[in-house]
């Protein structure tokens, strides 16, 4: 599953590593461990949702795409700022019109997407404290997703794995040298 594209990365140089997935993929613990191993800022997309659109999700209901218009132009601010700083982006990146307007941030973006089967991220929600969206909406988020498989900047891993075993894939995919 997992793709190399290491010739069109260079890590000296500053790039967004975006790490997407449906909810429960293990998005946020492979993002804060990358960005750990490679001392480059983590950034938590659901920070960017506004108190609205996050009740919305805690009541059941999925976000529109108006509706996630005013997070991805935020989202895309923020990275936008300092294009000479890497970071590693937790973002769901369920639709690719969105994901192509990360793709102009002036620097190189590598999305990483996480793939699990809906049965096992329906365990891993049903485990989670203390988060807004519920298990509910796992249907709504996969017949969201738009599928990564044409996109050259996207590798997809098998995320049912131990996190350490992702992010050996993730540096292998990438050819990134270890830290």
Same mark, same amino acid.
């Given at each position: 599953?997992?793709?190399?594209?290491?010739?069109?990365?260079?890590?000296?140089?500053?790039?967004?590593?975006?790490?997407?997935?449906?909810?429960?993929?293990?998005?946020?613990?492979?993002?804060?461990?990358?960005?750990?191993?490679?001392?480059?800022?983590?950034? /938590?997309?659901?920070?960017?949702?506004?108190?609205?659109?996050?009740?919305?999700?805690?009541?059941?209901?999925?976000?529109?795409? /108006?509706?996630?218009? %005013?997070?991805?132009?935020?989202?895309?601010?923020? $990275?936008?700022?300092?294009?000479?700083?890497?970071?590693?982006?937790?973002?769901?990146?369920?639709?690719?019109?969105?994901?192509?307007?990360?793709?102009?941030?002036?620097?190189?973006?590598?999305?990483?997407? $996480?793939?699990?089967?809906?049965?096992?991220?329906?365990?891993?929600?049903?485990?989670?404290?203390?988060?807004?969206? %519920?298990?509910?909406?796992?249907?709504?988020?996969?017949?969201?997703?738009?599928?990564?498989?044409?996109?050259?900047?996207?590798?997809?891993?098998?995320?049912?794995?131990?996190?350490?075993?992702?992010?050996?894939?993730?540096?292998?995919?990438?050819?990134?040298?270890?830290?």
């Amino acid at each position: 599953m997992t793709m190399t594209i290491g010739h069109n990365f260079d890590e000296s140089q500053p790039f967004v590593l975006i790490v997407m997935g449906v909810s429960g993929c293990g998005k946020t613990t492979i993002a804060k461990l990358l960005s750990e191993k490679l001392s480059i800022e983590f950034v /938590e997309a659901d920070d960017f949702h506004s108190q609205q659109s996050k009740d919305h999700m805690a009541k059941g209901l999925p976000l529109t795409d /108006e509706m996630r218009e %005013p997070w991805i132009k935020a989202l895309v601010s923020y $990275l936008s700022q300092d294009n000479k700083t890497s970071k590693v982006l937790a973002y769901s990146g369920l639709r690719k019109k969105h994901r192509a307007r990360f793709r102009r941030l002036g620097m190189p973006c590598i999305f990483i997407h $996480l793939v699990v089967d809906q049965e096992e991220l329906q365990q891993r929600i049903n485990q989670r404290e203390n988060h807004f969206m %519920p298990s509910s909406l796992l249907a709504s988020q996969f017949a969201a997703l738009d599928s990564t498989s044409t996109e050259t900047d996207v590798i997809e891993i098998d995320a049912a794995k131990l996190p350490q075993n992702i992010i050996a894939e993730i540096y292998t995919a990438l050819d990134l040298r270890p830290r």
